[in-house]
């Protein structure tokens, strides 16, 4: 071998890539260390040095600046260079994550030990659908996997998998239920025959504010939209089980089937929590599948003051949770939870490459028969290093911290006679107007109002609408914002409301 070696015929490695991967040679680890910390800097630079939330760049000034760079050049450039380049361009113009006035939605400021994970999670690039692709990291996953089903009370039995977040776990909550349904009840595989006759007048039930993902899941399976059924919220928004009573009579006077329920644990607009309990009741009297949209609410888990609130959790068939978002995980990252694993059987493939029928008999885990996704990244990873790294107690204290924040920012907002408040904050989640004297204007004043703010780089909100009347909204997942903040971003929302108010009187 090292004669042929020494010879040149047959080179054992061919080092001319040695600055592109990552191996074993000195000069490839010297350029892999530089780029991470020069990509550290850019960050530190570019990102976390911001002062204001976002740049107030408009769309034609981001095209502007990013227009004359050349995106595939014939020749190498230095990567310090154009992380520079890319830094000021795009990096400087994003929205800052972490900055104490961006509470527009559901997009938390990323934990610092998830972000160490990213470092591994790339550099390794396990690829998560076949174990000779991710032997420790299948490995792993399982593991955080049973302890996340035993959090949310599942037992033995459970099982669940990664997703890229809420809405395929969502997907796969509604895929489940629709073949469970067909095959207990018609005998009938979806999988391999399509959808029956009878599917057409299949329906699932799931609150007004239930999010629009499970719509879309429907429509995708072959349901059509017309499959959901929205059923109307108490004055807190929560699925008010009587009402799902009346819905379900009513479906079976028209002769149409309920198959499944969505209940959500912490709504998008409002973080209002459906009774799982009285619902969980009406699934299992009616063979319903009872599907829990816990992506926002579940995080719950890890305080000890608000746990209680996802008592019955445990009796749903599926539930959605999601880390990219009370978990602080950097995209993406979420997760499906199966009561009964053997439900799962019923998208079961096999691909010979991947996952052959012999892996079981083998004793080879593989994940990918669970996920509808083929390759997927070990994010998995970055939630295991976090809580680990955290620990409970500092995750609870987190998500403590921005519930009761959001209850003052509430109470700030009720006290205040331009303000109107929507309704008391269950999570961390508050919504509420301007509100003029000239009350028809009041939902232009309020697009206005954040399109000032954002603009100017000031605040970043979100706005919503709630019977055709435009709200604006505060999501406060992070920690850091504090009341002071709160207090200072309402007075602004006041003066701004009251120029534009003005305006309109002139
Ligand atoms: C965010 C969210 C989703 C969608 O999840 P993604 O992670 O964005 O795909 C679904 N349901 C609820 C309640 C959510 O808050």
Redesign the pocket.
């Known amino acids: 071998m090292l004669e042929v070696e020494q010879k040149g015929a047959i080179a054992s490695e061919d080092r001319r890539w040695d600055s592109c991967f990552l191996t074993d040679s000195e000069a490839s680890i010297g350029v892999y260390r530089q780029a991470i910390a020069d990509a550290a800097e850019e960050v530190i630079r570019q990102f976390a040095s911001q002062k204001q939330p976002y740049s107030g760049a408009t769309p034609i000034e981001l095209v502007a600046g990013l227009a004359g760079t050349e995106i595939g050049p014939e020749n190498p450039q230095l990567l310090a260079e154009i992380l520079k380049k890319v830094g000021e361009k795009a990096i400087a113009h994003s929205v800052v994550v972490t900055h104490p006035r961006c509470i527009a939605h559901?997009h938390c400021p990323p934990l610092i030990p998830a972000l160490a994970a990213e470092v591994l999670i790339s550099a390794t690039n396990q690829s998560m659908d076949s174990w000779d692709q991710s032997p420790a990291a299948t490995v792993l996953e399982q593991q955080l996997t049973n302890w996340l089903c035993s959090e949310f009370g599942y037992d033995a039995a459970a099982d669940g998998i990664f997703?890229?977040?809420?809405?395929?776990?969502?997907f796969m909550g509604m895929l489940l239920a629709r073949d469970r349904y067909a095959k207990q009840e018609l005998n009938w595989s979806i999988q391999q025959q399509g959808l029956p006759p009878q599917a057409h007048q299949w329906r699932i039930l799931c609150s007004d504010v239930?999010?629009?993902?499970?719509r879309q899941s429907c429509a995708l399976l072959g349901l059509g939209e017309k499959a959901v059924i929205p059923v109307e919220t108490d004055e807190n928004y929560r699925l008010s089980p009587d009402a799902v009573r009346v819905k379900l009579a009513e479906l079976q006077a028209q002769g149409l089937t309920a198959i499944a329920m969505v209940a959500?644990?912490?709504?998008?607009d409002f973080g209002s929590i459906d009774p799982l309990i009285p619902l969980a009741e009406i699934a299992q009297e009616n063979g319903l599948w009872l599907h829990v949209?816990?992506?926002?609410?579940g995080a719950l888990v890890m305080s000890d003051r608000y746990r209680p609130q996802l008592a019955g959790i445990e009796l749903a068939d599926s539930i959605?949770v999601?880390f990219?978002?009370l978990f602080y995980q950097p995209?993406?990252c979420?997760a499906f939870l199966l009561k009964d694993k053997s439900n799962f059987d019923l998208m079961k493939l096999h691909a010979d490459y991947l996952n052959p029928e012999t892996n079981e008999a083998e004793g080879i885990p593989d994940l990918v028969t669970k996920s509808i996704q083929t390759t997927r990244r070990f994010d998995a990873l970055k939630l295991w290093i976090s809580l680990q790294t955290l620990g409970r107690a500092t995750f609870g204290a987190m998500i403590e911290t921005t519930i009761e924040l959001a209850a003052a920012a509430g109470e700030m907002i009720r006290a205040d006679s331009q303000l109107e408040l929507a309704t008391i904050p269950t999570l961390n989640a508050v919504v509420f107007r301007y509100s003029s004297e000239k009350k028809d204007q009041d939902n232009w004043i309020n697009s206005q109002i954040r399109f000032t703010l954002l603009q100017g780089g000031e605040v970043v909100l979100a706005q919503t609408c709630i019977a055709e009347k435009t709200y604006l909204k505060f999501t406060l997942l992070n920690p850091r914002t504090t009341l002071a903040d709160v207090g200072q971003i309402l007075e602004r929302v006041k003066q701004v409301g009251t120029q534009f108010s003005l305006s309109l009187s002139n």
């Open positions: 559901l997703t890229s977040g809420g809405t395929q776990s969502n239930a999010h629009f993902t499970i959500t644990v912490g709504t998008t949209d816990a992506a926002y609410g959605t999601d990219h978002k995209i993406s979420g």
